[in-house]
């Protein structure tokens, strides 16, 4: 059994930083990928970073040049830093996983199709 488990939210004012943590367990792959998605009410949960094994990334423009997605093999963990955040970076973010080696642009646009696992959130509240 596959579980991603989110930590590193909170609440912080405008400019500031944070750093997500999603640790994965029970997770065996050799060729996947790895997002952050985030979601506000009412709203679809898009994508802001994907991680692919081969150590391709991308990221949503809203977010680019601000946040950085990494990944730490040895410890089975992905990372989100965030920089100068913005109150719209307000949301749930949501840590993902693929058993496949995905197609980084697919991954990001179409979650509900193309993602294996799913993490049970953290809540980032950016205040201005």
């Known amino acids: 059994q596959v579980d991603l488990v989110e930590s590193g939210g909170g609440s912080v004012q405008a400019g500031r930083s944070l750093k997500l943590s999603c640790a994965a367990s029970g997770y065996t792959y050799n060729n996947y990928c790895m997002a952050w998605f985030r979601q506000t009410p009412g709203k679809e949960r898009e994508g802001v970073a994907v991680w692919r094994s081969d150590g391709t990334t991308i990221y949503a423009d809203s977010v680019k040049d601000r946040f950085a997605i990494s990944q730490d093999n040895a410890k089975n963990t992905l990372y989100l830093q965030m920089n100068s955040l913005k109150p719209e970076d307000t949301a749930m973010y949501y840590c993902?996983?693929?058993?496949?080696?995905?197609?980084?642009?697919?991954?990001?646009?179409?979650?509900?199709?193309?993602?294996?696992?799913w993490g049970l959130g953290t809540q980032v509240t950016v205040s201005s």
């Open positions: 993902a996983a693929t058993n496949y080696y995905c197609a980084t642009s697919v991954l990001m646009r179409a979650p509900k199709t193309t993602v294996s696992y």
